[in-house]
């Protein structure tokens, strides 16, 4: 039987927040802006990008932009989670 998963919501910000920082680390390795990662994925506005990796009112990606993401920098998904 499954039990209650005691997950607060500084647990979950922690969660985005290593995503996040991850994905910043991956691009800069890469030598990718933030403008081109947000073109490449289809965002008009860099301001998504950026706002994420500033945790601008705990922004933070979707399945689909982390899916997009890792098809742009290159790399497997899973290097966004550890």
Known sequence: MLE???I???NIKSFHI????????????KKI??????????HKSVSTI??????????HYSVEQLYK???AL??????FFK
Do not use: H, P, W
């Open 74 to 79: 290159d790399t497997d998904i899973c290097n």
């Open 33 to 42: 802006t933030q403008s081109e990662l947000a073109q490449v994925i289809g």
């Open 50 to 59: 950026g706002q994420i990796e500033s945790n601008y009112k705990n922004k």
């Open 18 to 29: 290593k995503i996040m920082e991850n994905i910043k680390k991956i691009r800069k390795e």
């Open 4 to 6: 209650f998963l005691d």
């Open 8 to 10: 607060d919501e500084n």
């Open 69 to 71: 993401i890792s098809i």
